[in-house]
């Protein structure tokens, strides 16, 4: 199994190479770079490819609205080239708040958008003339509908690799069966293990029984927050804001994909409780609801053998990387926790 990490999209980036890059001798395998509405995620790939020499890196997300396919496809093919191949594109939908709040684009049709990106994205990486004609996305432009000069073009650079790793993070069952047939990897927000295979099992099923043999086994990516010790159970309260955010506030009702997980997982009524009070300005009132069995379920927290229990829990549920989110403040023991379950998992 491997490790992984992301930083964050707030702020302290030269803190956080300097982690990576301590990160990177105690074992980490991945590092993943978020774009949500913050500074784009390309720049700093790009820096971290410099800084480092073995781990991986990801975009976690790019967000399959913001670019075009074919530049998606140029920035992957770009920081693979810097990287020396050890680059991910790690793809997503966001939401309608970031997607039409901030960029200003009609938030439609994320699953149709999503195959169609990455058909586009492989003719790039192998050099072909892309043409495609879908509903979404036409290359080249008909003439009817430009200059009439638009003809199928290659890309010019050889990529290190023709075929970059894509990675889908997915969260409803048409999306999750997109991704078992289309990506080599899935990330799932939440991840329950002891829940996931009744939340996706038949979603993954079915994406699975399409999918081509040549992508290999699907990769899973577990996003765990993390601390192993004796005394520890108290840094749990440090997630609540984030899963009351999620739960309560990303989204109105109806209309918000990680309450309706929080409900596929059993909790509907804390569910709903969450958003109301969030929804309602009570912030911290939401962050209370979050029920204590669910922080626990999606962590790795606790003595050290609980903690490789839990590990074996993920495995189990068919996780093949633990993209852990250390909770224990400072650098030195942010890169204890990832030795730590470096030795655990052995």
């Known amino acids: 199994m491997r490790i992984g990490t992301g930083i964050s999209y707030s702020g302290g980036f030269a ?3 300097e982690d990576v890059v301590e990160l990177e001798k105690a074992g980490l395998d991945i590092v993943f770079v978020p774009e949500a509405y913050s500074f784009d995620a390309v720049s700093q790939l790009g820096y971290l490819a ?16 913001t670019r075009t396919p074919s530049l998606t496809a140029m920035t992957a093919a770009g920081l693979d080239f810097v990287s ?43 050099r072909e003339r892309v043409q495609h004609q879908g509903r979404h996305y036409t290359i080249p432009l008909p003439a009817d509908q430009g200059t009439g ?3 199928p073009l290659k890309l010019i650079n050889h990529p290190v690799r023709e075929r970059i790793p894509i990675l889908l993070a ?4 048409k999306n999750v069966a997109l991704t078992a047939e289309l990506a080599e ?64 506030g ?36 939401a962050a209370a609801a979050v029920p204590e069995e669910l922080l626990r379920a999606i962590s790795l927290v606790g003595p050290a053998s609980y903690v490789r229990e839990r590990v074996a829990a993920f495995a189990e549920a068919g996780v093949t990387t633990l993209v852990v989110s250390p909770l224990q403040p400072g650098r030195a023991a942010r890169v204890a926790a990832v030795s730590q379950l470096r030795e655990l998992i052995g």
Request: hydrophobic content about 40%; some cysteine; glycine content about 14%.
């Open 185 to 248: 990897g899935w990330e799932p927000i939440f991840f329950h293990p002891e829940r996931a295979a009744e939340v996706w099992g038949a979603a993954l099923a079915e994406g699975k029984a399409k999918r081509d043999p040549a992508l290999g086994e699907l990769d899973v990516f577990a996003g765990p927050a993390l601390a192993i010790g004796e005394d520890v159970d108290h840094l749990l309260d440090q997630l609540r804001p984030m899963v009351a955010l999620y739960v309560g």
């Open 15 to 17: 803190e956080s190479v």
């Open 170 to 173: 997915s969260l409803g069952p």
């Open 50 to 65: 410099a800084k480092t020499e073995r781990i991986g890196l990801a975009s976690g997300i790019f967000q399959i609205y």
């Open 149 to 151: 000069l638009g003809k």
């Open 250 to 285: 990303m989204g109105a009702r109806g209309r918000n994909f990680y309450n309706t997980l929080a409900v596929r997982y059993g909790y509907e009524a804390e569910a709903k409780q969450i958003q109301d009070l969030y929804l309602d300005g009570k912030k911290d009132a």
């Open 84 to 126: 020396g191949g050890r680059f991910t594109l790690g793809l997503g939908a966001s939401g309608p708040q970031v997607i039409e709040g901030f960029h200003g684009v009609k938030y439609d049709a994320p699953l149709a958008r999503t195959r169609e990106i990455v058909d586009i994205c492989r003719q790039v990486w192998r």
